[in-house]
């Protein structure tokens, strides 16, 4: 099922917006073919900034892919990729991103919830804790310490809580629909959201404190999922081109990409290492794995893997800024 959430916006909700007439004319899109193959990535050279080490998630080494469709997230033992025969369903619903936050604790934005449940890092049967107050959550982050980013698409917003607190300590409104959030290696918070005409990366600089934000001198079609890899390089699905951008700073135009041939990339994750990317294509129903920063295609997981409507996957040893 190809999912295009900037197609999929009700008439009402743009009236009420004051954006119908920019979008009276859009459609949705078809169906397109599954693609078989991914050719290597086209990156620009390393980045000569040195940041700092950050912890590396301590969780399983499973793989978890959300399964829309189906309410549930797959638990795929990793490097084999086979099905374990386990899946996460419990207070699943209309699941969109996941996440594993530092100590390896799982993370699921539910957009029909609408809510985020969080799931303990040794049994993962049921929700820990639930983060509720949200319209649309698509996707979910945490930092180094511990905090939790939530972008609420239909909410228009994206959120910081402290872990299983359930007041926000901030509340951000970009000035449209929010589909993506990552935070890099400094707390600054990047979002991507579409304002009914345009979409555009904005930066919250030192954090969602204040809510001050520039938005960013990069040209994107739709900003979906993202995340930062060692070198504060900024890895973004931009499912309206469609393609998997890097973007190097100053963040000003996207500098390659990783992959190629993708129907609706929704979600991309790196494991701790930086050596393996992770991107969830629910055009294709499939998660492909390549090799970062290379994108030599490694592994495409789909329904011999017991996987039917892929929307994201993380790796239990994820990266986290």
């Known amino acids: ?20 007439a920019l979008l009276s004319a859009c459609s949705g899109a078809g169906s397109q073919s599954v693609i078989s193959t991914l050719p290597s990535a086209s990156l620009r050279a390393p980045s000569p900034l040195v940041h700092r080490v950050t912890q590396a998630s301590s969780g399983p080494m499973d793989l978890f892919v959300v399964e829309n469709d189906e309410n549930a997230v797959e638990i795929l033992a990793n490097k084999k990729w086979k099905n374990t025969g386990k899946s996460i369903t419990q207070s699943i619903d209309g699941p969109d991103g996941d996440w594993e ?41 945490t930092d180094s310490g511990g905090n939790v980013y939530v972008a609420d698409y239909f909410g228009s917003d994206v959120a910081e809580y402290k872990q299983q607190t359930d007041t926000p300590v901030a509340t951000c409104e970009p000035g449209g629909f929010v589909e993506g959030v990552a935070i890099d290696t400094k707390g600054d918070v990047f979002v991507g959201f579409y304002d009914g005409l345009f979409s555009y990366v904005a930066e919250y600089a030192g954090g969602l404190k204040g809510c001050n934000n520039t938005n960013l001198g990069v040209s994107v079609n739709e900003p979906a999922g993202m995340v930062f890899d060692k070198k504060n390089d900024l890895i973004l699905c931009d499912p309206g081109v469609p393609a998997v951008d890097v973007i190097d700073p100053p963040y000003s135009s996207v500098s390659g990409t990783l992959g190629s041939g ?56 994820n990266y986290v800024p």
Do not use: C
């Not at 934005?109 to 804790?129: M, Q, R, W």
């Open 1 to 20: 099922m190809i999912e295009l959430r900037f197609w999929a916006i009700t008439v009402s909700t743009l009236i009420a917006t004051g954006m119908a």
């Open 101 to 141: 936050d530092a100590e390896g604790n799982l993370y699921v934005a539910n957009e029909s919830g609408p809510n985020v449940t969080e799931y303990d890092t040794n049994s993962k049967d049921s929700p820990i804790y639930t983060y509720t107050g949200f319209t649309e959550p698509v996707d979910v982050r």
């Open 262 to 317: 993708y129907s609706n990339p929704l979600h991309v994750t790196l494991n701790a290492k930086n050596n393996q990317a992770y991107v969830a294509d629910s055009g294709t129903d499939k998660v492909y794995v390549l090799s970062y920063p290379a994108g030599k295609l490694e592994a495409t997981l789909g329904t011999s893997n017991g996987i039917s409507d892929a929307w994201s996957a993380v790796d239990g040893q």
